[in-house]
């Protein structure tokens, strides 16, 4: 219920900003990982993630049947309730300033090693701010703001994260997962390249939001 900003004009060069002047002190193999990835980065089209429009999906209906496509109930094979999900909630409600320095400087840096522990402090390494950091994958997810610390502390929580979907199925269709979860009243459009748009017949303008945040 957002769209993905139209820009008129490109980004503005920003590899002067003193964030992504990476220090002496970093090892040389370092710091060229880092220019290596930042040019990379440069290269591509890298949109600020929208904001869901909760006030259309109410206006239109979808708000209850949305919000309960967001919350996700884990259970045992009894069926007993072991773990409700509310960090898709979350992050469909963030509304927070983004800066393409910080966003530049940590995707150029960030590495993450799967084989760590998800409480082990080393897992995610990574630049912000000027600063080299490292935290685990439950400290991030509880920095920004998905997941509280309270339900990270609960001892279902590594069984619901094991148990999540990290890959798209391969029988997996947009056009029938959207017709599944809205009951037919949302339609998926392909546009050029990458982009998409989901939206309700007859009532116009509605552009819900566009796929992939950044071009290939």
């Known amino acids: 219920m ?35 990835n930042l040019s990379l980065l440069l290269t591509k089209e890298i949109d600020i993630a929208p904001s869901f429009d909760w006030e259309l999906a109410t206006r239109t209906g979808l708000a209850a049947l949305i919000q309960e496509f967001l919350q996700y109930t884990h259970s045992d094979a009894s069926g007993v309730e072991l773990f409700v999900c509310q960090g898709w909630a979350r992050l469909f409600r963030i509304q927070e300033p983004v800066y393409r320095e910080f966003l530049l400087e940590f995707y150029a840096t960030v590495s993450y090693d799967p084989r760590k522990s998800l409480n082990d402090r080393t897992a995610f390494a990574f630049r912000l701010g000027g600063v080299s950091r490292e935290c685990s994958v439950i400290e991030l997810a509880t920095r920004v703001g998905i997941y509280t610390a309270d ?36 339609h998926h459009l392909p546009l050029e390249g990458d982009d998409s748009v989901y939206y309700i017949p007859n009532v116009a303008p509605v552009d819900f939001y566009v796929s992939h945040a950044s071009q290939e």
């Open 151 to 186: 339900e990270t502390r609960s001892v279902h929580f590594p069984i619901f994260l094991a148990d999540c979907l990290t890959e798209r199925p391969e029988d997996y269709n947009e056009n029938t997962f959207w017709a599944e979860i809205t009951g037919g009243i949302i």
């Open 2 to 36: 957002a769209r993905r900003a139209q820009r008129t004009n490109p980004p503005e060069d920003v590899t002067d900003h003193r964030f992504l002047q990476f220090p002496q002190t970093l090892s040389d193999a370092t710091r060229a990982r880092y220019s290596t």
